[in-house]
């Protein structure tokens, strides 16, 4: 089901690898005075909620550095129902997506199988992210996003900057601590931020669905990508500037990706994401159409210097001197991993086909949290599923969203 000759669903896979979507043809208006690029007209809410009867409201969160953050809110369950009457109220969630996606991620489904609506009918107040640089996040205060000056930044800034905002943005909406659900690179700057002991005090729990930390034993094609990087070549090509998988040169990337005889472009979602079980082939169309988007070239980067080092680490400037500048020390900053808060509710869910969020790298980022508190983590191991099924496999609520939500539940 997952096959396909389009190529951009070669670079929806490769994007999902490092874990954003795609960009839609009005995400370049090029209007002189233009800063802030408007979105593509039909919001996420419009194209993907409000049409099943949920109420969805669009808003715009400001971070520090100056990035305008789309964010959907869905407040209540379908027709205004899913609990939450009687003086009860309802618990914040936020949903973050990976790269090369942005928040439509989680609504390709029907309502019944879509995470963020299930949540909804659940009783669940649903915040969903969409981090700079996608379709309905490309704008700034004062940076052009035609300009490489807005591309300068990696999952450290998303982390540091995306996060916070979107996170005091609920908490000062809701006046409650959140729930989390990240999958992907959305499951990296939580663990990150968690490392350095931010956020916790503003949330409740996260559920992390095809955990990404460790990339040492991504296969094949993943790692002919990592290759590149390391080569330099992907900065060659791109500048350090954006990355856009629907543009011309992604497309001669690919191509020379596919020349590549341990790459198979016929079923790159497969080389890329693992053997996903249970996708819905029209499902797959819609994310087609929505993704992948834009992401970084240094966030592409930072991504594959963990593959190299097996270190987790913030951007390594690639020399001492640089390094020293940025951060004071020749070497970057490392995300120890082992100074999350060992009380703080953990729900991880991981799959054995999953070739990017390899189980064996799973393992490892295991080893990194043994010493959690005993009750505080809990782990599922999914043995078909690869990276995809997690957000659209059509199984997902029965094997995965079902879980979380108990898990939500038991960490009011
Ligand atoms: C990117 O940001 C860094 C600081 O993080 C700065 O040193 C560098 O000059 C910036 N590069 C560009 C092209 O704006
Ligand atoms: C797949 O998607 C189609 C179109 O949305 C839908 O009619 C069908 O029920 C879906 N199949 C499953 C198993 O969810
Ligand atoms: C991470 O922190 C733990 C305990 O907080 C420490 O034992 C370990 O050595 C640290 N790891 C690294 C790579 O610094």
């Not at 996003?145 to 591309?151: A, C, L, R």
Request: proline letters at 6%.
């Amino acid at each position: 089901m997952a096959v396909s000759k389009f190529p951009g669903f070669l670079w929806a896979s490769l994007l999902l690898l490092i874990q954003p979507y795609p960009a839609l043809e009005s995400s370049r208006l090029g209007s002189d005075s233009a800063i802030v690029v408007n979105p593509p007209p039909l919001g996420i809410c419009a194209s993907a909620v409000t049409k099943y009867g949920y109420r969805c409201q669009e808003l715009d969160v400001t971070t520090e550095d100056g990035y305008i953050l789309s964010v959907q809110r869905i407040p209540a369950g379908r027709h205004g129902g899913g609990g939450g009457g009687h003086g009860r109220i309802r618990q914040p969630v936020l949903l973050q997506h990976g790269v090369v996606v942005d928040g439509m991620t989680w609504l390709l489904n029907s309502p019944e199988e879509s995470l963020a609506l299930i949540l909804a009918d659940k009783g669940f107040d649903v915040w969903i992210a969409n981090t700079r640089g996608t379709s309905y996040s490309r704008r700034h205060v004062s940076l052009d996003p035609d300009k490489p000056e807005f591309w300068n930044w990696t999952w450290d800034e998303i982390a540091a900057r995306d996060l916070p905002a979107v996170i005091a943005y609920i908490f000062q909406q809701t006046g409650q601590k959140i729930h989390y659900v990240g999958h992907s690179l959305g499951t990296l700057i939580a663990l990150a931020s968690f490392s350095e002991g931010k956020q916790i005090d503003k949330m409740k729990s996260a559920a992390l669905l095809s955990p990404i930390a460790y990339l040492s034993h991504m296969t094949t094609a993943l790692g002919v990508v990592a290759a590149k990087v390391f080569a330099g070549e992907i900065t060659i090509v791109f500048g350090l500037a954006e990355f856009n998988p629907k543009g011309e040169e992604v497309s001669r990337f690919l191509k020379d990706l596919c020349a590549d005889p341990t790459v198979d472009c016929y079923d790159l979602m497969s080389a890329l994401t693992g053997k996903n079980c249970c996708l819905n082939a029209s499902t797959v169309d819609a994310f087609l159409r929505s993704e992948p988007q834009s992401t970084s070239t240094k966030n592409l980067v930072h991504l594959a210097q963990p593959v190299r080092d097996g270190v987790l680490a913030k951007y390594d400037y690639g020399n001492p001197a640089f390094n020293v500048e940025h951060y004071g020390v020749p070497m970057p900053p490392i995300y120890n991993l082992s100074n999350i808060p060992k009380d703080f509710p953990l729900f991880m869910s991981y799959g054995g086909q999953d070739a990017l969020s390899d189980p064996k790298d799973v393992v490892n980022l295991l080893d990194d949290l043994k010493l959690h508190d005993e009750g505080k983590l809990s782990v599922q191991y999914v043995k078909e599923y690869a990276h995809a099924d997690f957000i659209m496999g059509v199984t997902a609520k029965d094997v995965v969203y079902d879980k979380v939500i108990s898990f939500f539940q038991r960490n009011q």
